[in-house]
């Protein structure tokens, strides 16, 4: 076979939304669709469903013998075992072995890895990132996740699941995690869910305070409609992003200290707020590091869209193996 005919499936499961592609060896996305997440309480109903929007496009470029694979990004998604285990933000609870499903399922093999990884890797073959050997990814959506790359390798651990930052603890004791229960990590402050239950937090403390976002119900507020206030000068909209930035630049600054990247990428749909979120996040992340690590890391956007740079890196894990730090 050719190596012109050959494709491969790249598909993203976020917390909201599922996109998925079909990629061919140059990197270009052929055709994308998306489905729900959440909309099925097995995930064998999800393949299903999964499986009837992806299988005329499969048939479109000449059928599943010209495919070399599938490649899946998803949120606790295990590179060595193929399963998805214990996702906090997934219905499907415990470990689910989707790598295993989806091959039985499509007749074509499966591979997996965490979604952020995937954003990583999506970066590293096709983003900014190409000429960069030492970044960090950091994803902004319905949660916060992170692709760890040093010396031009994800890094996975020993048991697959490194890199979980937005897991980590930036305030101890702080706001509740519904989905982990526990307290204060950064994705319960800089994610899109986050940035909603800061916007609820300052409306409750400052009943006397005038603001558009009283405009909208509790189930209306999004991170969205904060965006939308803000950039009409609304000053509780415009303090939700200064203190999401100031929460992610702290962040930022710590993981900094750790691995000294020579870039940070930001990604995802929280980073549609440009520099209301940039300008404080780069501000606090620069007063919170040493000397040493001053003004050295770029802090940037994803160059790639929103959608593609997690198909791109999820369907090149079936083109080759990708370098790993275990």
Same mark, same amino acid.
Not at 88 to 99: D, M, T
Not at 258 to 271: D, H, M, N
């Given at each position: 076979?050719?190596?012109?005919?050959?494709?491969?499936?790249?598909?993203?499961?976020? $917390? /909201?939304?599922?996109?998925? %592609? *079909? @990629?061919?060896?140059?990197?270009?996305? #052929?055709?994308? !669709?998306?489905?729900?997440?959440?909309?099925?309480?097995?995930?064998?109903?999800?393949?299903?469903?999964?499986?009837?929007?992806?299988?005329?496009?499969?048939?479109?470029?000449?059928?599943?013998?010209?495919?070399?694979?599938?490649?899946?990004?998803?949120?606790?998604?295990?590179?060595?075992?193929?399963?998805?285990?214990?996702?906090?933000?997934?219905?499907?609870?415990?470990?689910?072995?989707?790598?295993?499903?989806?091959?039985?399922?499509?007749?074509?093999?499966?591979?997996?890895?965490?979604?952020?990884?995937?954003?990583?890797?999506?970066?590293?073959?096709?983003?900014?990132?190409?000429?960069?050997?030492?970044?960090?990814?950091?994803?902004? $959506? /319905?949660?916060?996740?992170? %692709? *760890? @790359?040093?010396?031009?390798?994800?890094? #996975?651990?020993? !048991?697959?699941?490194?890199?979980?930052?937005?897991?980590?603890?930036?305030?101890?004791?702080?706001?509740?995690?519904?989905?982990?229960?526990?307290?204060?990590?950064?994705?319960?402050?800089?994610?899109?869910?986050?940035?909603?239950?800061?916007?609820?937090?300052?409306?409750?403390?400052?009943?006397?305070?005038?603001?558009?976002?009283?405009?909208?119900?509790?189930?209306?507020?999004?991170?969205?409609?904060?965006?939308?206030?803000?950039?009409?000068?609304?000053?509780?909209?415009?303090?939700?992003?200064?203190?999401?930035?100031?929460?992610?630049?702290?962040?930022?600054?710590?993981?900094?200290?750790?691995?000294?990247?020579?870039?940070?990428?930001?990604?995802?749909?929280?980073?549609?707020?440009?520099?209301?979120?940039?300008?404080?996040?780069?501000?606090?992340?620069?007063?919170?590091?040493?000397?040493?690590?001053?003004?050295?890391?770029?802090?940037?956007?994803?160059?790639?869209?929103?959608?593609?740079?997690?198909?791109?890196?999820?369907?090149?894990?079936?083109?080759?193996?990708?370098?790993?730090?275990?």
């Amino acid at each position: 076979m050719s190596a012109q005919k050959e494709y491969a499936v790249g598909i993203d499961i976020g $917390g /909201t939304t599922t996109k998925f %592609g *079909i @990629v061919d060896r140059k990197g270009n996305i #052929l055709a994308q !669709d998306r489905i729900p997440s959440n909309a099925h309480e097995v995930v064998e109903d999800f393949i299903d469903d999964l499986h009837a929007k992806l299988l005329p496009m499969i048939d479109k470029v000449g059928g599943t013998e010209n495919f070399i694979g599938i490649g899946m990004g998803a949120p606790n998604g295990n590179f060595y075992s193929g399963t998805i285990e214990y996702a906090p933000n997934l219905k499907w609870k415990g470990i689910i072995p989707i790598a295993d499903l989806m091959t039985k399922k499509f007749g074509l093999t499966t591979k997996l890895t965490n979604d952020a990884n995937a954003a990583a890797m999506g970066e590293m073959i096709y983003g900014c990132t190409k000429t960069i050997k030492h970044f960090i990814t950091i994803t902004l $959506g /319905t949660g916060v996740g992170s %692709g *760890i @790359v040093i010396d031009g390798k994800i890094v #996975l651990g020993h !048991d697959g699941f490194a890199g979980e930052l937005g897991h980590t603890i930036i305030r101890p004791g702080g706001r509740l995690h519904k989905s982990t229960h526990m307290r204060g990590s950064l994705e319960a402050y800089a994610s899109a869910t986050g940035v909603r239950e800061t916007a609820i937090e300052l409306l409750t403390e400052h009943p006397e305070e005038e603001s558009l976002l009283r405009n909208y119900s509790i189930n209306e507020l999004t991170s969205e409609t904060v965006y939308e206030c803000a950039m009409q000068g609304d000053n509780i909209a415009n303090r939700i992003f200064e203190f999401t930035g100031q929460i992610l630049g702290e962040s930022l600054a710590n993981f900094i200290m750790f691995s000294s990247p020579e870039a940070i990428v930001l990604f995802g749909g929280l980073t549609k707020a440009g520099e209301l979120l940039m300008k404080p996040t780069r501000r606090y992340m620069e007063a919170n590091l040493l000397p040493i690590f001053q003004n050295k890391v770029k802090l940037i956007f994803s160059e790639l869209k929103e959608a593609d740079a997690a198909i791109l890196g999820a369907s090149a894990l079936v083109w080759d193996i990708p370098p790993v730090i275990r």
